[in-house]
């Protein structure tokens, strides 16, 4: 939960011209707080553990320990803060493994700072957040082996999808449909089940290139 001081926020970027611009600009806005730098995936790792940031802004090429491999330990220790990966690269080899590691989000350095802002803001709130240049890499590169012709999904787990593909946090989407948290859970767990993928972000992905969703 985000405290009232504001969203708490580790930088996580090898260039400490990015770190400091960064903070610069958190520092700027209300509701933010940053509480720690990191300048590789090794560092943020043990950083994140130790502070329990809200959300966690990740680059992902950084000699001496990548983005990637602090997310999937940071998904393997369950941290609680949101990884979102702010990084210069959209390419295909970046974007999917990052998504499969457990980031929450994939933004691009270019995005401006309100974008980062909102995004920022969303994934402490654990919805899904993808740039419009990363989210159609995403529906074009995501390729399910699995022949399609497995059970089909249901209209409620349909429900379910389509809401999450709005950003839709699992709270709201309870409230949205009348049904338990704990339930949306059980829908999303199927719904992954069925279309092959880990996450909520491959899930829209996969969704959207199969024409599920429009």
Do not use: Q
């Not at 990363?134 to 390729?143: F, K, T």
Request: net charge neutral; proline share 5%; aromatic share 4%.
């Amino acid at each position: 939960m985000t405290s009232d001081a504001g969203i708490s926020v580790l930088i996580v970027d090898d260039h400490p011209v990015v770190r400091d611009g960064l903070r610069g600009m958190f520092a700027s806005a209300p509701g933010f707080r940053v509480l720690g730098e990191a300048a590789d995936g090794v560092e943020a790792v043990a950083k994140a553990t130790a502070l329990d940031p809200d959300v966690i802004l990740m680059d992902l090429r950084m000699p001496g320990g990548g983005g990637v491999d602090a997310i999937r330990e940071l998904t393997r220790r369950s941290a609680r803060g949101k990884v979102l990966v702010l990084t210069t690269y959209d390419t295909d080899s970046d974007t999917l493994p990052a998504i499969e590691a457990g980031a929450t989000g994939y933004l691009l350095k270019d995005a401006p700072r309100d974008e980062l802002f909102t995004a920022v803001r969303a994934a402490a709130e654990g919805r899904t957040v993808l740039s419009p240049a990363v989210a159609s890499r995403l529906v074009s590169a995501v390729r399910t082996p699995r022949t399609p012709g497995k059970e089909p999904l249901s209209a409620r787990e349909r429900e379910v999808l389509a809401l999450v593909a709005k950003g839709t946090s699992n709270r709201e989407i309870a409230r949205e449909l009348f049904i338990s948290e704990a339930t949306v859970k059980t829908h999303l767990t199927h719904l992954y089940a069925k279309l092959g993928v880990k996450d909520r972000a491959a899930a829209v992905a996969t969704a959207y290139e199969r024409g599920i969703l429009g």
